[in-house]
């Protein structure tokens, strides 16, 4: 099989450190990343990569604990953001000059949103930090970048992953790394299957009473619903629907997934625990598709 790629990275926050670990075990695999195209977190990792310093940034991550990436945010008394997003790439600066993206290595593309003139915003030159700042730029969060007449803020209100904006080569494959995917279906582990009863009637009835308590718990959850979990639940029901429609127009021939609930977007300083879980979604999805063995 060829093992040349084009590699698109999803948005999600501090999962997005989850991109990394994939990175790391496609080229583990004999994979040659041709070319990369990212929204917000997958914007940063898949610019940083595209550089050939990212075991750098690596290395500077594993340096860092909760105060020390808490020092690194620069709040600010603003009302269109809390955040200004500066002080943490201008410390990346230090250990990766900024670069046009037309020099880099291989084909970049970044992604972000337009909110004054209602479109996508594509960076495919310039300063890659510029293109980074404004793909991360989290609504409410972040402050919004203007430039030439535009407000941008992250790529992921239009594009959470951009499988329609990184350059192809001929005969390379296309691969989608997703850290927003949808939560596996757990069973309890208290609950077991009914068995054939011999009486009908009885059977119905547990089912009956079954159905109730789901219903009760149920309600209960939905009486536990705050302001702030219906706006985060229902933003990220609208960014899986976007990437599950974008999954469908430009099917990938490698997905990678990782559950949107295995780890929350500001939960930055668990970045080894997030690093290992690309790596573990990564030999899944290569077992999975038969591209590498089970060994």
């Keep these: ?15 997005g450190f989850a991109h990394i ?18 929204t917000s977190m997958g914007a940063l ?8 310093r990212l075991n750098v940034y690596t290395q500077w991550l594993a340096t ?11 709040f600010t008394i603003s009302a269109d953001g809390i955040i200004k997003g500066h002080k943490v790439l201008d410390e990346m600066q230090e250990l990766i000059p900024d670069i046009p993206i037309e020099d880099l290595p291989i084909p970049y593309a970044a992604v972000a949103t337009d909110i004054h003139n209602r479109q996508e915003k594509v960076f495919e030159k310039g300063s890659l930090y510029d293109a980074i700042r404004a793909s991360i730029s989290i609504p409410g969060v972040f402050t919004p970048v203007k430039s030439d007449g535009m407000v941008l803020v992250d790529g992921g209100v239009v594009n959470p992953l951009p499988l329609n904006r990184v350059k192809r080569q001929p005969a390379d494959i296309l691969i989608a790394v997703d850290v927003n995917g949808p939560s596996p279906i757990t069973r309890n582990k208290n609950e077991t299957l ?8 009885e059977l119905k009835l547990l089912e009956l009473m079954r159905l109730e308590k789901i219903n009760l718990l149920n309600r ?9 979990k219906l706006l985060t639940q229902s933003a990220r029901l609208m960014l899986q629907r976007i990437t599950d429609l974008t999954l469908q127009l430009y099917p990938p021939d490698l ?17 080894n625990e997030i690093i290992a879980a690309g790596e573990k979604a990564t030999l899944k999805a290569l077992r999975k598709t038969g591209i590498i063995t089970q060994a």
């Design 255 to 271: 997905v990678i997934r990782i559950p949107m609930n295995s780890f929350g977007t500001y939960h930055f300083y668990k970045f």
């Design 64 to 74: 860092l604990d909760k105060k020390s990436m808490l020092s690194l945010v620069d």
């Design 45 to 52: 990792v898949g610019g940083i990569f595209a550089t050939g």
């Design 21 to 38: 670990g994939a990175i790391r075990t496609l080229l583990d695999h004999g994979f040659e990343i041709t070319s990369v195209a990212g």
């Design 220 to 228: 209960k959850k939905q009486e536990q619903y705050t302001y702030y």
């Design 1 to 15: 099989m060829n093992r040349k790629a084009a590699l698109v990275l999803s948005s999600g926050g501090a999962r």
């Design 194 to 201: 009914e068995k054939p009863h011999k009486n009908n009637h």
